[in-house]
């Protein structure tokens, strides 16, 4: 996570924790919670019938017994709650690659664009910078490397913003080629909130978003479980959401991990190939809701105490 760093004027410095809004507008408008079928656990002593259970595939390269050992029917899922696992934070910037994950090293901000800058260590320095100093409960910004998709462009930045009244705003990529386009984005964009900034070209990107870590180098789990998850969730969406491998984003005991944006960034853990359908179904509506309370870790823009509560009140 990318901390704090200097005053600002613009929308960060007036950053209002969402609370109120958002348990008001988020979750009092959604529909009741969907559940993904075949949650049932299974002892451990019959892994084949689980994996059949959790609709899992295997992983490219994987062995049977990587599957067992660090998939999604691995011993320690389920064992702990996944509410209040997630640290508040107020914005996301992803840093589209062209190298796939597998090949990521542990840090994977560190990895160069085909033009050899790299975007992640200088745009992680300059996001630093600006937030240093900045009073306590401000903002805070994540930077996460991503796979690129096809139209995308390597170094492009996909930015999902800080929530205004309790609702995300439109997600855009930015095309930020040189150190100077990262420095315009972070000045532009992040601090002073223009969207289209015209120092910054920009598109805006599909409302529906999601985000698998497949950070093998960070740890197994991620990289076993990461690749057939993502697989699925883009075949079971088809056209209605881009669905992107991506590095570390924190909780490697939660894998498979995933990122999912449709008016607020959901966190979910310990997801399988078989809750795609899930995913799915929930992105469907106007308005959708929590895909599955048990998989459910957290939103962007709320504490561990909200997310508890949450999950409490719809119990």
């Known amino acids: 996570m990318l901390h704090r760093g200097s005053r600002l004027s613009g929308p960060l410095q007036h950053l209002q924790h969402p609370l109120a809004s958002t348990l008001k507008q988020g979750f009092a408008s959604s529909p009741p919670p969907k559940f993904p079928p075949?949650?049932?656990?299974?002892?451990?002593?019959?892994?084949?019938?689980?994996?059949?259970?959790?609709?899992?595939?295997?992983?490219?390269?994987?062995?049977?017994?990587?599957?067992?050992?660090?998939?999604?029917?691995?011993?320690?899922?389920?064992?702990?709650?996944?509410?209040?696992?997630?640290?508040?934070?107020?914005?996301?910037?992803?840093?589209?690659?062209?190298?796939?994950?597998?090949?990521?090293?542990?840090?994977?901000?560190?990895?160069?664009?085909?033009?050899?800058?790299?975007?992640?260590?200088i745009l992680s320095g300059l996001v630093?910078?600006?937030?240093?100093?900045?009073?306590?409960?401000?903002?805070k910004m994540r930077v996460t490397p991503c796979h690129a998709l096809p139209g995308d462009e390597e170094g492009d930045l996909l930015y999902f913003p800080p929530t205004s009244g309790g609702v995300g705003?439109?997600?855009?990529?930015?095309?930020?080629?040189?150190?100077?386009?990262?420095?315009?984005?972070?000045?532009?964009?992040?601090?002073?909130?223009?969207?289209?900034?015209?120092?910054?070209?920009?598109?805006?990107?599909?409302?529906?978003?999601?985000?698998?870590?497949?950070?093998?180098?960070?740890?197994?789990?991620?990289?076993?479980?990461?690749?057939?998850?993502?697989?699925?969730?883009?075949?079971?969406?088809?056209?209605?959401?881009e669905v992107r491998a991506c590095s570390h984003v924190g909780g490697h005991a939660y894998a498979g991990n995933v990122l999912c944006f449709s008016r607020h960034m959901d966190w979910y853990g310990y997801v399988a190939p078989g809750d795609a359908g899930a995913f799915a179904r929930a992105l469907d509506p106007e308005e959708p809701g929590v895909v599955s309370v048990k998989l459910w870790r957290g939103r962007m823009g709320m504490t561990p105490d909200e997310h508890r509560a949450k999950v409490e009140g719809m119990a």
């Open 128 to 139: 630093k910078a600006a937030m240093k100093g900045m009073p306590e409960g401000t903002a």
């Open 38 to 121: 075949n949650r049932t656990l299974v002892s451990a002593s019959f892994p084949r019938l689980l994996q059949q259970r959790r609709g899992m595939s295997a992983c490219p390269g994987c062995t049977e017994q990587d599957m067992e050992d660090y998939g999604p029917s691995r011993s320690e899922v389920f064992s702990t709650p996944l509410a209040g696992t997630l640290e508040r934070y107020d914005g996301h910037i992803f840093v589209c690659l062209s190298s796939p994950p597998e090949t990521w090293p542990s840090d994977a901000l560190s990895v160069p664009a085909a033009n050899g800058l790299a975007a992640g260590t």
């Open 169 to 241: 705003r439109e997600p855009r990529a930015y095309r930020a080629a040189t150190e100077e386009a990262l420095r315009a984005f972070v000045d532009e964009v992040v601090v002073k909130g223009v969207a289209e900034a015209p120092s910054v070209p920009s598109r805006p990107i599909s409302p529906k978003q999601l985000f698998v870590c497949c950070h093998t180098q960070r740890d197994k789990r991620c990289g076993v479980c990461g690749p057939p998850l993502t697989a699925a969730l883009a075949s079971a969406l088809g056209g209605g959401a």
